[in-house]
């Protein structure tokens, strides 16, 4: 048998903008991860392919299964890479501790954890390159017109300033610091929220665009103040891009509730993280109040609270 995982994400700074060519920065969540476990099948005819997902209910043939479905998507795309004669009948068992469609990267992650066991179980390391690019096409599948940062962060396992087409450029944390991640609950497609603001855009392309000037501004000011260890700063920064965030019409009522409670409790800084209008938020918090705003943000309605430290 063989296993591999992956990391869930959090966007720190630059969501949506990121569409439109601008930075952002993304740090993998160690702590609640997506594992994949690959095991032969003896019995059954070459190339088939069991998949189960407990968490999903789905226990299925790779054959039976939908083209879209994310899952067998990987599945088929690794299969396809590893190119060769079909193999030894598998068994693909994928359980996730990372919550779906909140913004916390479940889908790159389970690609990359199903990427990475198939293809060690059939011999093959493959690098993060690799393993980020056949991801990227399962959320292409997935989410239209991604920007590509969810699949990047995940497979690298690094504190990530990504703009897309640029060349990776990894952040050094100079002083690791504590994330407290608040879910909402409210869940809405990543596609519709990317379609709302493209919407808002063709309507008011002067606004949205210094909208996004401004952030683009906060992703390179907040790569700074990660790598100088300048947490008091950062969190400034979280407040000035959770604010224009609002302006284009990506919060929602959840949302602000935990924002708020969180920075009652003494966050340092909070805001949405991802496609918004629902699932997560993060605080920055000092280690000490970590508890202090978990329970506040639990108290205000967060479904589950996940706390992750982000070092180098
Ligand atoms: O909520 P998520 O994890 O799907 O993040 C979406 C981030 C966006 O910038 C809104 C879209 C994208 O593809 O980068």
Do not use: C
Request: charged content about 20%; overall charge neutral.
């Amino acid at each position: 048998m063989t296993e591999r995982s992956a990391p869930g994400k959090v966007i720190l700074f630059g969501e949506h903008a990121v569409v439109y060519g601008k930075p952002a920065l993304a740090v993998p969540v160690h702590s609640t991860r997506a594992r994949a476990e690959v095991s032969d099948l003896p019995g059954e005819p070459a190339g088939w392919v069991r998949l189960e997902a407990p968490g999903t209910q789905i226990s299925a043939w790779l054959h039976e299964m939908l083209q879209a479905d994310p899952l067998a998507s990987a599945v088929r795309l690794i299969l396809k890479d590893l190119g060769g004669s079909a193999p030894p009948a598998l068994r693909v068992v994928l359980n996730s501790e990372i919550p779906v469609g909140a913004g916390m990267g479940s889908s790159a992650a389970v690609s990359v954890a199903v990427i990475r066991a198939v293809a060690a179980h059939l011999g093959q390391e493959l690098s993060a390159e690799r393993v980020s690019a056949l991801a990227f096409e399962v959320e292409k599948l997935q989410h239209g017109t991604p920007s590509g940062i969810d699949n990047t962060v995940v497979a690298y396992e690094r504190p990530l300033f990504f703009a897309a087409g640029k060349p990776l450029q990894f952040v050094q944390v100079g002083r690791p610091f504590t994330l407290i991640i608040g879910d909402s609950g409210d869940r809405l497609p990543t596609r519709e929220s990317v379609a709302a603001v493209r919407e808002r855009r063709a309507a008011d392309p002067e606004s949205v665009d210094r909208v996004f000037a401004e952030i683009e501004a906060i992703s390179e000011q907040g790569r700074r103040f990660i790598e100088s260890g300048d947490t008091r700063q950062l969190g400034l920064l979280f407040d000035r891009n959770q604010t224009l965030l609002k302006a284009i019409g990506v919060s929602g009522k959840g949302l602000e509730q935990l924002i708020r409670a969180a920075k009652r409790a003494g966050a340092l800084g909070a805001k949405l993280s991802g496609a918004g209008r629902g699932g997560i938020m993060i605080a920055l918090v000092e280690p000490a109040s970590a508890e202090l705003v978990a329970g506040a943000l639990r108290e205000a309605g967060a479904i589950r609270t996940i706390r992750t430290e982000v070092t180098a």
